[in-house]
C-alpha cells in the first residue's frame, strides 16, 4: 500500500508521521513537497469546501470557551462570538485569494506546498506591502505572518505572477492546480464571523491605489 510519501516505504512513513527521525536522504522534497497528493485529493481528505473568497477551506476549530459581546468589541464587530477560530486553506495554482476585510487580527501558517504571496492594502496611510508566506528562509519567505485588523487584503500563488514594485502585475505560463498549491492554516482572533467579512470592490480601490490597479483587478471580482 502506498505511503504517500514519495519514496519511503510503509513502515518509515509511519515512522515519519510518529516522530522518528528519518534521513534526510531518503525524503525528495519539493515545490508540493512531494507528498503525492493532488490538490483534489487533499480537498477530499480534509473535508474542505470553496471558499467565497477563491481556494477553498474548512473551520478546524472554534474556542467557545470563552465568549465575546459586541459591548466588549469595537464597533466594527459585528456579532457577539468566540475568543478565536482557525481553519485549513487550499489555494491552487490558478486561484487567488480576493481582496477582503475583516475586523480581527488574521494569523497565516504554512503548511505545504509552494510560496503564496499575501498582499495587503492599508486604506488609513495609503500603504501596500507584500509578504511571501513559504518554507524557504533563504529566499526571503516567512512560514507565519499575522495580517492586522481592518486591511485589505489577499493573496495570490507567488509563481502564478510576475509582480514588480511599480505596479505591474501580470501572470506567468498556467501551471498544473493538481500538483502545484498550497495549504495554509489561519487563525483569526477574535473569531472569524461571516457577518463581518467584507469582498473588496474595485471602484471603491481604483481611486486609492491607482498604481496598483492591475494587482487590484485580478483580486476582486468585477463589479
Known sequence: MSSGITGLPEAKAQDFR?????????????????????????VKKLNLEAHPEGGFYVETFRDDSVQLSTWQLPPE??????????????????????????????????????????VELNEKDGSVKFTCLGPDLSENEVP???????????????KDYKLSRDGE????????????YTLV?????PAFQYQDFHLAQPSHLLPLFPLFAPLITALTFPH
Not at 144 to 158: D, E, L, M, R
Not at 169 to 180: G, I, Q
Not at 185 to 189: P, V
Open 144 to 158: 507565519q505572518y499575522t495580517v492586522g485588523p481592518n486591511i485589505w487584503f489577499g493573496s495570490f500563488p507567488t
Open 169 to 180: 502585475f501580470e501572470s506567468v505560463a498556467a501551471r498544473d492546480s493538481e500538483r502545484n
Open 77 to 118: 464587530y459585528k456579532v457577539d462570538r468566540a475568543v478565536s477560530s482557525s481553519i485549513y486553506f487550499l489555494l491552487p495554482s490558478g486561484c487567488v485569494s480576493r481582496l477582503h476585510r475583516i475586523p480581527c487580527a488574521e494569523t497565516w501558517h504554512h503548511y505545504m506546498g509552494d510560496p503564496i504571496t499575501i
Open 185 to 189: 492554516g489561519c487563525t483569526c482572533a
Open 18 to 42: 510518529r516522530g522518528v527521525s528519518v534521513p534526510k536522504s531518503r525524503l525528495i522534497l519539493g515545490s508540493t513537497w512531494k507528498m503525492g497528493l493532488t490538490a483534489s485529493e487533499i
